[in-house]
């Protein structure tokens, strides 16, 4: 019995030195392991609003594998001096996922987003945008795939509607501009040039124009001629 009430202090001794709950300035709890006054090890930090950070800490601040939850959002992965950065998974409360990479609390790198209406995007990311070469499957079946630049189709790439045709060109900032390609189901391609997205409509022959001006200049010959003609009957 003595051995079991030996053994019980010992290990509330341990909880309260390495286990403790600490009240932050900002209203928050914290309740875990701690080192010299700050927070280390595993641990749990509650905040007012009812957002909750679960997992590792080092110096006191958010470092290694942890989650953090709030009404906007849940992120689970990785963490470097309180900032998400390596690999991990957010959660939108819309129901959009993104899976990836991460650096200063951005995506960066390579990754995957899920839509809400279950549309799809693999790629590169830069500073929370789409950036760099990706592929974006829409959720009727049509896909953008080529460069992107801040979340804009930007560079060379293919976009395929829902209903096959596709259009090939170069992107800028979401519009196709200068010379590409439409090419249909059938696999019959023709060359185009776009302008602003829209394909620029080639000078057409001014076949009316020209007809309509000889039309004139053969009734200025007739009334010239008939005039000449009056005034050798009239001489004769």
């Not at 939850?69 to 998974?89: A, C, F, I, P, R």
């Not at 080529?146 to 979401?174: C, M």
């Not at 007809?211 to 004769?236: E, G, S």
Request: charged residues 20%.
């Amino acid at each position: 019995m003595k051995k079991l009430v030996l053994v019980f202090f010992i290990c509330s001794i341990s909880i309260s030195v390495f286990a403790e709950e600490y009240r932050l300035p900002d209203g928050s709890v914290y309740f875990g392991e701690m080192k010299n006054g700050l927070f280390e090890g595993s641990g749990t930090q509650v905040f007012q609003g009812g957002a909750k950070y679960t997992g590792e800490f080092s110096n006191g601040l958010y470092n290694g594998h942890g989650t953090y939850e709030s009404h906007l959002y849940t992120y689970t992965g990785d963490y470097v001096n309180g900032l998400m950065e390596g690999q991990g998974e957010l959660k939108y409360f819309n129901g959009t996922t993104y899976t990836g990479n991460f650096k200063n609390n951005d995506l960066y790198g390579k990754g995957r987003i899920i839509y809400y209406d279950g549309s799809v995007y693999i790629g590169d990311f830069k500073g929370g945008l789409k950036d760099g070469e990706g592929f974006f499957n829409f959720f009727d079946g049509g896909f953008y795939q080529g460069g992107f630049k801040d979340d804009y189709y930007d560079g060379e790439g293919v976009f395929s509607h829902s209903d096959g045709i596709k259009y090939v060109g170069l992107w800028t900032k979401g519009e196709l501009n200068g010379e590409g390609f439409v090419i249909y189901p059938n696999g019959r391609q023709r060359k185009v040039v776009f302008e602003r997205t829209a394909i620029k409509r080639k000078k057409q022959f001014p076949f009316a124009t020209i007809f309509l001006f000889a039309l004139f200049i053969a009734l200025v010959y007739l009334v010239i001629d008939n005039i000449r003609l009056r005034k050798k009957l009239k001489n004769a």
